[in-house]
C-alpha cells in the first residue's frame, strides 16, 4: 500500500473510531451485543500457526459451552475448511451473487462452532456497493447475538486485508514462533498497525515451543524492542508446544484437541481458551461485534 493510501486508511479508521460510541449504540441499541469479543488472529510471518490456534482455540472454547463462529478470512490454501475436514459448497462471494442466505453459507464444526467461509468473497468486502452491504449487515444482525467468540483466521502479513480486519476487530492477537524470522516480521506488523493504525494493544501467543522459558523470552523480546520503540503493550496469553502429532491430525483432518485430547498442546489449547474467555472486554471502547460488521464494511466502502 501506498503512503497516501495508508493516510486515507488511517484518516477512516480514525473517524470511525471517534464515531465508534455513537454508532455503537444506535445500532441495535435494543440488543446487547456486548458479550460478543471479536478477535482477528493475525501474523507478520505466514506459516507460524494461525490457522491452527483458531481450529483449536475454538473448539477447546466450544468444549467449554461457548458458541464460536469463525471467519475464515485466509485466502491461502491451508484453510479452516482443510484442517476440520470440511468441504463448504458455497462461501460469501454466492452470498454477494443472491443466490444464498448467510445461513445457507454458515458450516458446521466439530462441537456446534460455525464456519463463515469468505473464499474469495472477502476481497469484495473493499468493494461492496450499498445494497450489498446493506444485504450483508441485515444477514449479520440476525445472528450477532448467536456467538460468544468471533475468531478471524487472517492471511499473514500486512496487506490491505490483513489490516482491515486487525483495525475492524477488537482485539488482535499476534501468533509468533520462536523463530528469529517471524519475532521479527511480527513486530514488523505490530509496528505497522501501531504507527499507521493507531492500534495501541495486542495478545501475543508463541507457537512451536519446546518449553514455556522460550516463549517467555519471546515475548521479553518483543515487549524489550516495542517499550523502547513503540507506545504499545503487548499481553502474553501463552504459549503452544510444538508437537509433531500435529502432522497427524493434520492428515486425519481432526483437530489435535479433538483427536488427542489429552496430549500437552491440547492442554495448552485449553489454556489459552481458558485465558481468552476469562479476559475482561477492553476499557476502550471499540464497540461490539455489530460494530465490528459496520466498521468492517464502512472501510472497506471507502478504501
Ligand atoms: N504447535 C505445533 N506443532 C507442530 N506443528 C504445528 C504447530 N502449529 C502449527 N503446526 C503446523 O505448521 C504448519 C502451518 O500451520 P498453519 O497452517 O496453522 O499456519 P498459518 O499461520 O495459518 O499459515 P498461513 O500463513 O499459510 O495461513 C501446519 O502444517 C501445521 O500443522
Ligand atoms: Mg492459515
Redesign the pocket.
Known amino acids: 500500500m501506498s503512503n497516501s493510501q495508508n493516510s486515507v486508511v488511517q484518516d477512516q479508521a480514525n473517524s470511525l473510531r471517534a464515531m465508534d460510541n455513537g454508532l455503537a449504540n444506535n445500532i441495535n441499541s435494543n440488543q446487547s451485543d456486548s458479550t460478543t469479543r471479536v478477535y482477528a488472529i493475525t ?1 507478520g ?11 483449536n482455540t475454538a473448539v477447546s472454547m466450544a468444549m467449554m459451552g461457548k458458541k464460536v463462529l469463525i471467519l475464515d478470512a ?1 485466502l ?4 479452516i475448511d482443510v ?1 476440520f475436514g470440511l468441504a463448504p459448497k458455497y462461501n460469501l462471494n454466492h452470498f454477494f451473487a443472491g443466490d444464498y442466505a448467510l445461513a445457507d453459507i454458515l458450516v458446521k464444526g466439530p462441537h456446534g462452532i460455525k464456519i463463515l467461509p469468505a473464499g474469495s468473497g472477502v476481497q469484495n468486502f473493499t468493494r461492496l456497493d450499498s445494497s450489498q452491504k446493506l444485504k450483508l449487515l441485515d444477514g449479520l444482525d440476525s445472528m450477532h447475538n448467536d456467538f460468544d467468540f468471533v475468531l478471524i ?1 487472517t ?2 502479513g500486512i496487506s490491505e486485508n490483513v489490516t482491515y480486519f486487525n483495525t475492524a476487530a477488537q482485539e488482535i492477537l499476534v ?1 509468533t514462533t520462536p523463530d528469529p524470522t517471524a519475532i521479527t516480521d511480527a513486530y514488523a506488523l505490530m509496528k505497522l498497525l501501531s504507527t499507521q493504525y493507531h492500534e495501541k494493544s495486542f495478545n501475543l501467543v508463541v ?2 515451543v519446546q518449553n514455556e522459558n522460550e516463549a517467555l523470552d519471546v515475548y521479553r523480546k518483543l515487549t524489550m524492542v516495542s517499550n523502547r520503540y513503540l507506545d504499545i503493550s503487548i499481553d502474553f496469553l501463552g504459549s ?5 502429532q ?2 497427524d ?2 492428515r486425519k483432518q481432526r483437530v489435535i484437541v479433538d483427536l488427542f485430547p489429552t496430549s500437552k ?1 491440547a492442554t495448552a489449547f485449553g489454556q489459552l481458551a481458558a485465558t481468552i474467555c476469562s479476559e475482561q472486554p477492553p476499557a476502550t471502547p471499540k464497540g461490539g461485534v455489530q460494530f465490528f460488521w459496520k466498521r468492517l464494511l464502512d472501510i472497506g466502502a471507502r478504501g
Do not use: C, F, H
Open positions: 501474523s510471518k505466514g506459516g507460524v500457526g494461525k490457522t491452527a490456534v483458531v481450529a485466509d491461502g490454501l491451508a484453510n484442517v483466521d492471511e499473514a501468533v507457537n512451536q503452544i508446544p510444538a508437537d509433531r500435529m502432522t491430525a493434520i498442546i
